[in-house]
């Protein structure tokens, strides 16, 4: 499926969404159930950015966020993390920083869906606050949460699979891969927000550390 008709199918199946929602807990958790539906079909099954991406961040979430038990909205963390990369379906066509775009999906899809706009602003200040390259600072414990989730799923053995998936993808050289490590990765273990999230990025970065010295001493033919 091109970009051109994902976005097609994503307007269509927006459209559909009822107005006449309500934010009751059951009718939220329906809510929560057609938009993970809506964007697993969205995002695909990319590997980086795609829907196996939303999963991995999701697991991490839940488990920084047992340190904050009472202190956060687990249906708000849902659907941040559920929503905060649906925006990379329209970044290249819009010229728009795709936490921005998915940042306002997120509040078109949850108006429709009749959430509270403080519950919304939740949701859209947690989406804003995982990029690395925007810079938001989180005003939320959502917001701290998605952000240091996010950046862990780029890091690790699991960030080196990203890596390289997304240099073939873009064609980089094997140079330029690499500089991707030192240029951002390596950055993100002093960005974390939890406490869970600085162990867990120390030791994914220590991981990624120890694979590129070794690939770079079997490059220059030392083992």
Same mark, same amino acid.
């Given at each position: ?100 775009? /998915? *940042? ?6 949850? @108006? ?5 706009? &403080?519950?919304?602003? =939740?949701? %859209? #200040? ?40 997304? /240099? *073939? ?6 140079? @330029? ?5 030192? &240029?951002?990765?390596? =950055?993100? %273990? #002093? ?33």
């Amino acid at each position: 499926m091109s970009k051109h008709s994902t976005l097609k199918t994503l307007s269509e199946k927006l459209s559909k969404l009822k107005d006449d929602s309500r934010s009751d807990n059951g009718s939220k958790n329906k809510a929560i159930k057609d938009i993970e539906d809506l964007v697993r079909e969205t995002l695909g099954n990319d590997p980086v950015h795609g829907f196996p991406h939303v999963e991995r961040v999701m697991k991490l979430a839940f488990k920084l966020a047992e340190e904050y038990k009472g202190k956060y909205d687990s249906a708000a963390l849902k659907l941040a993390v559920l929503l905060h990369d649906v925006g990379r379906i329209e970044e290249q066509d819009l010229h728009k920083h795709h936490a921005i775009l /998915s *940042a306002e999906m997120a509040q078109r899809i949850l @108006e429709q869906y009749g959430f509270p706009r &403080e519950f919304i602003e =939740k949701v %859209k #200040d947690a989406i804003l606050s995982h990029s690395f390259t925007l810079g938001h600072k989180p005003k939320t414990v959502e917001g701290m949460i998605l952000s240091d989730a996010d950046k862990l799923d780029a890091l690790g053995a699991v960030g080196i699979m990203r890596v390289f998936m997304e /240099s *073939a993808y873009k064609r980089r050289t094997l140079d @330029e891969a690499i500089d991707h490590f030192y &240029e951002k990765l390596f =950055k993100l %273990k #002093d960005l974390m927000w939890t406490r869970k999230g600085k162990k867990l990025a120390i030791k994914r970065y220590e991981y990624m550390i120890n694979f590129l010295d070794k690939l770079e001493r079997e490059i220059e033919g030392l083992e």
